[in-house]
């Protein structure tokens, strides 16, 4: 397991590979990660905070619990990685890719950038509130229970998603494609937020139910 000081100084030779390596409860905050590729690393616990990880692509790791607050995410790949209940709070995430990640009861806090990328995740439970989502396409993305307040869907495209018991308080789905989308059950208070939206006869019956209306 290399420490701070080892890492500091692999980082110095101009090592950017790391493979089947553990960092888990380590420190590798405001270390400059540009770059560095991570296959199969764990990550479990570390503080990653102020970290540089532009560019930097993570495969197949593990970090749950992991702390990544003030991070520079900016254009990352995250693949089929876990990073279950991971701080991510005011990270820079811009251009960022997160393919078939676990990120349930993660949190994305105040973390900013336009055109970040989510696909074939698990979001159950994460803390997304007033994130932007605009004019994005959003495929394979679990939001169940997530924490959506305030957050950005107008002109999304929701194909194989599920916002079901998601807290949506305040959230814009203006031109919102929700077709593809597992509305779950819509109370009557939530009805308006999908005005605007396209959704699906089976969808506009639910949304009817809410107001007492039955479509025979």
């Known amino acids: 397991m290399p420490d701070r000081h080892a890492m500091t100084a ?9 493979s089947g390596e553990s960092f888990a409860g380590q420190s590798l905050a405001r270390l400059d990660l540009t770059q560095c590729v991570f296959d199969a690393c764990d990550f479990r616990g570390t503080d990653l905070t102020g970290a540089r990880l532009e560019e930097a692509r993570l495969v197949r790791c593990q970090g749950a619990g992991a702390v990544l607050r003030g991070a520079d995410l900016t254009d990352a790949a995250i693949e089929r990685s876990d990073f279950t209940t991971a701080n991510f709070s005011g990270t820079r995430i ?96 939530d009805a308006p937020l999908f005005k605007g939206a396209t959704v699906s006869k089976a969808q506009a019956a639910a949304l009817l139910a809410g107001f007492g209306i039955k479509v025979a």
């Open 94 to 189: 811009g251009g960022a890719r997160f393919t078939g990640c676990r990120l349930s009861g993660a949190n994305f806090a105040e973390a900013g950038g336009i055109d970040t990328r989510f696909a074939e995740c698990l979001l159950v439970g994460a803390n997304l509130r007033r994130f932007d989502f605009r004019k994005l396409t959003l495929d394979g993305l679990d939001l169940s229970e997530a924490d959506l307040t305030g957050a950005d869907f107008r002109d999304t495209v929701f194909e194989h998603c599920s916002l079901r018991e998601a807290a949506l308080k305040d959230a814009r789905f203006k031109g919102a494609d929700l077709r593809g989308c597992d509305l779950g059950h819509i109370e009557l208070a």
């Open 10 to 18: 692999r980082l110095a030779a101009g090592d950017r590979t790391f």
